[in-house]
């Protein structure tokens, strides 16, 4: 069973920065060890899961209008390891993220951007911006 395990969150005050992780482990239902693509979400209080990021096997990342130019995503194959690197962290940002992971046989280039199409999720990590 796969495990995903977040961490990094906190608190921050606008203008600053923190860096999300993402660590996966165990095998998934069909017994791959390695995640092919990643995704970030976050949900605020009373809002629904709203998609951040996604990176594919390739590399290639995807991101909310909301978040582009100031969140960066990235893996670590090696680590089986996804990270989002925060910037520029507004008061809206705040939410509890969460990673999610695919373990896809097909290079996916269009990215997977709602909840359902993820099989495993991380437990959430706090994010809060104060203004």
């Known amino acids: 069973q796969v495990q995903l395990v977040e961490s990094g969150g906190g608190l921050v005050q606008a203008g600053g920065s923190l860096r999300l992780s993402c660590a996966a482990s165990?095998?998934?239902?069909?017994?791959?060890?390695?995640?092919?693509?990643w995704a970030w979400f976050r949900q605020a209080p009373g809002q629904e899961r709203e998609f951040v990021a996604f990176i594919n096997r390739r590399g290639s990342g995807y991101y909310a209008d909301s978040v582009k130019g100031r969140f960066t995503i990235s893996r670590d194959n090696a680590q089986n390891t996804v990270l989002l690197q925060m910037l520029s962290l507004k008061p809206e940002d705040t939410a509890v993220y969460y990673c999610?992971?695919?373990?896809?046989?097909?290079?996916?280039?269009?990215?997977?951007?709602?909840?359902?199409?993820?099989?495993?999720w991380g437990q959430g990590t706090q994010v809060t911006v104060s203004s």
């Open positions: 999610a992971a695919v373990f896809a046989q097909h290079l996916i280039v269009v990215p997977y951007r709602q909840v359902h199409e993820y099989d495993y």
């Open positions: 165990g095998r998934s239902f069909s017994g791959a060890v390695n995640v092919s693509d």
